[in-house]
């Protein structure tokens, strides 16, 4: 099973961009997913998360009314919408289960974002 971040890239404050992260096999369905991000010199964090079927959200408090999570199950794909970047959304950004219990295997190489000033 393999995960793969896709729709990063450089935008200056106050843009957008839509991650997508497209998983293969059948677990994709079955999970609650989450995106993550790892800043440089910082920890991997959550970012949100989002229940199996979709109808439960949950947000970490910098991105909260500025990102929102999607997911398309007939698709096996999660969208990440970010709304209003600031600088210290610079990140590489990363998707996989939530918790990330080792379903999808490793993680995945993640899509660089850069926020300018």
């Known amino acids: 099973v393999q995960l793969v971040e896709s729709g990063g890239g450089l935008v200056q404050a106050g843009g957008s961009l839509r991650l997508s992260c497209a998983a293969s096999?059948?677990?994709?369905?079955?999970?609650?997913m989450g995106w993550y991000r790892r800043a440089p010199g910082k920890q991997r964090e959550l970012v949100a998360y989002?229940?199996?079927?979709?109808?439960?959200?949950n947000y970490a408090d910098s991105v909260k009314g500025r990102f929102t999570i999607s997911r398309d199950n007939a698709k096996n794909t999660m969208y990440l919408q970010m709304n209003s970047l600031k600088p210290e959304d610079t990140a590489v950004y990363y998707c996989?289960?939530?918790?990330?219990?080792?379903?999808?295997?490793?993680w995945g190489q993640g899509t660089q974002v850069t926020v300018s000033s």
């Open positions: 096999g059948s677990t994709f369905s079955r999970n609650a």
């Open positions: 989002i229940s199996s079927g979709g109808g439960s959200t």
């Open positions: 996989n289960a939530f918790p990330p219990i080792g379903v999808f295997g490793s």
